[in-house]
């Protein structure tokens, strides 16, 4: 864990000084976003920011990508959920789960990403660079059928990981509500509500919640808030 905190925290400085070099134009990470609290939450400001209208007889949809889909864990099982033994991303995805019901269902990548984080980093970098669509492993559902479908990512090279432009190029939300959230190491959402709002223009996606991955299993009462914020 030690030895995962610290290539997280050799990353963000990578790329603090890289600066805007990583290519795609989006923030370095630790300036995108404002953290007023201190908590490692920030409810980023998008364009849309109305709230849902009603929740009651909506199908509700939790699905996410994290890098621990690439472990043997059925974390969506696990009793007392703990990023010791998923990922950050689906530590906030299960949580959301357990708060507004209905059902979940992980991106699993087809292709398994190296077990090292650099390795990980690399083959990201790599994806991202030549704009590739990493295949998905069917979902045991099909989320065209929710009204509202959660969708939770980890910020990988200041965007969204590929395999996620993946599942947005599979599926058409219009007439949908999306509400996103992510995990990061100081880059916030970077943008990518907004990208999101590109890739759905007839689905309505509303501001999502941007938790640091190092502080995930604290961030249960910012979660609730943001949910009560939402109307759920
Ligand atoms: C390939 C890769 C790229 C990353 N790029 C960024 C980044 O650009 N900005 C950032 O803040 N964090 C970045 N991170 C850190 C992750 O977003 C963060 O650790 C996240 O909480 C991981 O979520 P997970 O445990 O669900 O996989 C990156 C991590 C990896 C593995």
């Known amino acids: 864990m030690k030895k995962i905190t610290a290539l997280i925290i050799a990353f963000v400085m990578i790329i603090s000084l890289a600066g805007c070099g990583a290519g795609n134009g989006s923030e370095p990470a630790g300036e995108a976003t404002s953290d007023a609290d201190g908590s490692g939450v920030t409810q980023a400001g998008g364009s849309d920011g109305t709230q849902p209208a009603g929740t009651e007889g909506k199908k509700i949809l939790t699905v996410y990508f994290s890098s621990a889909n690439t472990a043997a864990v059925d974390a969506v099982s696990s009793a007392t959920p703990s990023v010791k033994n998923m990922g950050s991303t689906e530590y906030i995805a299960v949580y959301i789960n357990s708060k507004v019901g209905g059902d979940i269902a992980k991106i699993t990548p087809v292709k398994d990403y190296p077990e090292s984080y650099n390795g990980t980093l690399d083959a990201a970098k790599a994806e991202r660079d030549g704009d590739e669509r990493p295949e998905f492993r069917n979902l045991d559902v099909s989320p065209e059928d929710y009204d ?85």
């Open 148 to 232: 509202v479908i959660f969708v939770g990512y980890p910020m990988w090279w200041y965007t969204l990981p590929m395999i996620m432009y993946t599942f947005f190029d599979t599926y058409d939300f219009s007439g949908k509500t999306i509400i996103p959230f992510n995990t990061h190491e100081g880059s916030g959402d970077g943008g990518t509500y907004n990208e999101i709002r590109e890739f759905e223009p007839d689905a309505t996606v509303y501001d999502g919640l941007a938790v640091r991955g190092g502080s995930a299993e604290k961030s249960d009462e910012d979660i609730d808030k943001w949910l009560a914020g939402l109307g759920y």
